[in-house]
């Protein structure tokens, strides 16, 4: 399968699950690539949220904190950078900070923005990946590079049992091109 | 809700206070003092099953949540009562100034969006209460009618800086509010710590 197809077969997969909940941008109304990729789950399960990153991250955490499974939607690491404050602090370090009590699963989806066939400059196609990765302690976070990876690690994200939440990075331009 | 006495609440900081004095603590500490009936009357509307988020002063609310006195001061001898959590007793605390907040209303979204009863309070400084985070919360929370209480908590500084003069106000700008508790108190203790520089 195609790499859009994967995404949509996962989100697909998440959004069957009764614990889940799909929260953030474009994701009860259209405007990313990522929107069509929830299509198919059940408006009840989603909700959009006003632009503030800090605001959705927490809200995030919190609901996880509740007993739910977030999909929290941020369309660009350019934007997520905006909740580095909710995701270094708090949703890393909690399970640190409680020795194990609060473990929040959170799954978190963002993207490389595609430069394919606008360019839409240096604001708007940021890889944060490896500088996440070297703020946190606890949170996984997988950049999607093949297809055949997709289904496998959002099922590991909602599946694991390690008390790690989990940050899927894709890329924008394969929506369209693997 | 446990019940505990303006004394022996300021009897537990005394204590503390004394252990940190004394060179028994790695790690700061955050001590309450002369906001204990405000506190003892805040929760007496909190239940067992409510959420508490607090900042790094947090002490006198977990005693009042129900952590038991001698696993608090265990864990605040261990060094952590900078961001004491106690899953048991739904508290969490945080050490960023506004951290805890968005968390606390997405704890509320969440009780509301499955009908459950509980009720969440999130406690906050007098800066904090200024910052645009706490107004984009108040905000959402307000308007969604989220299950959540934010409790204001006016020593009029952050660490040393005064708050109303670096931010040229008068007052605090959320006190009256909806969903808003304010009360001010004045402190015996400094920001960190008991007033007694420790050299290890």
Request: charged fraction near 25%.
């Amino acid at each position: 399968m195609k790499y859009f197809d994967e995404l949509k077969r996962s989100m697909d997969w998440l959004g069957d699950k009764g614990d889940t909940f799909f929260l953030g941008q474009a994701v009860a109304f259209p405007g990313t690539g990522m929107t069509n990729t929830i299509k198919d789950v059940a408006e009840s399960k989603k909700m959009e949220m006003p632009v503030n990153e800090d605001l959705q991250m927490g809200i995030t955490t919190g609901m996880a904190m509740n007993g739910t499974v977030p999909i929290s939607i941020f369309p660009r690491w350019n934007f997520l950078i905006l909740a580095a404050n909710q995701i270094v602090n708090h949703l890393d370090k909690m399970p640190l900070m409680s020795e194990g009590g609060y473990t929040p699963k959170v799954i978190v989806r963002t993207a490389i923005g595609a430069q394919r066939p606008l360019h839409p400059q240096h604001q708007h196609v940021g890889d944060f990946t490896g500088g996440f990765r070297a703020m946190c302690d606890t949170l996984e976070i997988i950049r999607l590079d093949e297809p055949n990876q997709i289904f496998e690690a959002y099922q590991r994200a909602y599946e694991r049992t390690d008390g790690k939440s989990t940050i899927l990075v894709e890329w924008g331009d394969f929506y369209n091109e693997k | 809700m446990t019940r505990y006495t303006k004394q022996e609440l300021k009897d537990f900081e005394t204590d503390i206070a004394n252990c940190f004095n004394n060179g028994q603590i790695r790690a700061p500490v955050h001590l309450y003092d002369g906001n204990e009936e405000y506190l003892i009357k805040i929760f007496e509307d909190i239940n067992d099953d409510d959420w508490v988020f607090c900042t790094w002063r947090s002490h006198y609310q977990c005693l009042l949540k129900g952590v038991p006195a001698k696993t608090l001061k265990e864990d605040i001898l261990n060094g952590k009562s900078i961001t004491l959590c106690y899953p048991k007793h739904r508290i969490y605390s945080s050490a960023i100034v506004t951290g805890s907040i968005p968390i606390a209303t997405g704890v509320a979204l969440d009780i509301k969006r499955k009908a459950q009863t509980n009720q969440v309070w999130c406690f906050l400084g007098d800066m904090a209460a200024e910052t645009g985070c706490f107004y984009e919360n108040h905000k959402y929370a307000v308007n969604m009618d989220l299950p959540i209480n934010f409790i204001i908590e006016d020593n009029s500084k952050s660490v040393c800086t005064p708050t109303k003069e670096v931010w040229n106000s008068d007052g605090c700008s959320f006190k009256g509010e909806q969903k808003v508790l304010y009360y001010s108190y004045n402190t015996k203790y400094p920001h960190a710590g008991a007033g007694k520089r420790i050299q290890f």
